[in-house]
C-alpha cells in the first residue's frame, strides 16, 4: 500500500541527512556562482560611469538630478550591451544549474541502499543451474578492484549523461509547450494597447485556467518519466503504474501545497509595505521562505527517489 511505501521512503530518507545537505550544498554553489559573476558584470559597467567626469554643483538635490541623467544617458547608449551581458550571464547560469545538478544527484541520490535487510541480494546463476560467485573477478584482488573500479567509472559518467539529458530534455519540453500554448491563449494581447488588456481578461481566463491545468499535468507526467529514468527503474510504469503515479502525485502535491502557501503569505506581505523598514523585512522573510523551499524539495526529493528504489527492490529484484 502507498501509506507502507511513503513510510519506508521517509525512514531511508531520515538515514541519509547527508544526502540532503549534499543536494543543497550544490545549489549553493550556483548561486554563489551566479552572484558573482553577475557582480562582476556589474563592476564593469560601474567603473564605466565612476569614470565620467562630473561637476559636483554643492546642492545634494541638484547632484541627485544630475546622477540620475548620467545614469539615464549611460543605459540609453549602452543598453545592447547590458542586456547581452546580463543574458550572457543567465545563459551560463543555467548551463552551470544543469551540469552540477547532475553531477551531484547521478553520484548522491542513486542508488539508495535499504540497509534493513529487505533488498534481495543479487546473485550470478551458472550454465549449470547453481548459484555461483556474484563477483568472480573479486578473487584476485588487484585485478578485480581495478575492474570494479572501472565498472563504478563507467556507470557514473552513464548515470551523469542520464542526469543531464533527461533534465534539459523535461525542461526544453516544458518551454516549448509553454511558449505555444501562451502564444494561442495571449496571442492577441501582443498586438492590443496595454489599457486594453483588462478588458479582455474575461475572455481569456478560462483558456488561461486549461493552459495552467495542462501544463501543471504535462510537468507531473514528465517529472514521473524523469525519475524512473534516473532511477533507472521505467519498467514500472508497466508494473505498477498506478502506485507510482499516486506515489509521486502525493509528494509533488504536498510540495506544491507548501511552496504556494509560503508564496502567498510573501506576496500579502508585500501588499501591506508601508515604509523601508517593512521593505527589508519582507525582503528578509522572502529569503528564509526560499531557504525553507529549497530544503523542503531537497528533503522530498531524497524522499521521492527512495520510494522508486524501494519498490524497484520489492518488485523487479531476480
Request: aromatic letters at 12%.
Amino acid at each position: 500500500m502507498l501509506d507502507d511505501l511513503l513510510r519506508g521512503a521517509f525512514r531511508l530518507a531520515h538515514r541519509r541527512p547527508g544526502v540532503v545537505f549534499l543536494d543543497l550544498l550544490w545549489k549553493a554553489i550556483w548561486f554563489g556562482l551566479t552572484a558573482i559573476v553577475l557582480i562582476l558584470v556589474g563592476a564593469g559597467f560601474g567603473s564605466r560611469i565612476w569614470s565620467v567626469a562630473w561637476l559636483d554643483t554643492g546642492n545634494s538635490t541638484v547632484n541627485t538630478a544630475v546622477a540620475f541623467a548620467l545614469l539615464r544617458g549611460f543605459y540609453e547608449v549602452h543598453r545592447a550591451q547590458i542586456f547581452g551581458a546580463v543574458a550572457a550571464v543567465l545563459f551560463l547560469s543555467l548551463v552551470i544549474w544543469f551540469v552540477l545538478e547532475a553531477a551531484f544527484r547521478c553520484k548522491l541520490l542513486l542508488p539508495l541502499p535499504l540497509g534493513d535487510g529487505s533488498a534481495k541480494r543479487r546473485v550470478r546463476v551458472s550454465r549449470s543451474g547453481k548459484s555461483g560467485d556474484p563477483q568472480p573477478y573479486l578473487r584476485h584482488r588487484p585485478i578485480g578492484l581495478a575492474l570494479r573500479a572501472l565498472s563504478q567509472r563507467e556507470r557514473g559518467n552513464r548515470q551523469f549523461g542520464t542526469f543531464f539529458f533527461s533534465n534539459v530534455l523535461k525542461c526544453l519540453f516544458l518551454t516549448n509547450a509553454a511558449f505555444a500554448f501562451g502564444a494561442i491563449c495571449f496571442s492577441r494581447y501582443i498586438v492590443t494597447p496595454f489599457a486594453e488588456w483588462n478588458q479582455m481578461w474575461p475572455d481569456t481566463r478560462g483558456a488561461a485556467f486549461i493552459v495552467v491545468l495542462t501544463l501543471a499535468a504535462l510537468g507531473f507526467l514528465l517529472t514521473t518519466i524523469e525519475t524512473l529514468v534516473r532511477s533507472d527503474a521505467i519498467e514500472l510504469l508497466g508494473k505498477d503504474l498506478f502506485r507510482v503515479a499516486g506515489l509521486i502525485g502525493i509528494l509533488l502535491l504536498f510540495e506544491t501545497m507548501i511552496d504556494g502557501s509560503c508564496a502567498v503569505m510573501v506576496g500579502v506581505g508585500f501588499l501591506s509595505v508601508s515604509g523601508w523598514r517593512d521593505a527589508l523585512l519582507m525582503l528578509g522573510t522572502a529569503a528564509v521562505g526560499i531557504a525553507f523551499m529549497t530544503i523542503l524539495h531537497s528533503y522530498l526529493l531524497v524522499v521521492r527517489f527512495s520510494a522508486v528504489v524501494i519498490m524497484r527492490q520489492n518488485g523487479v529484484e531476480v
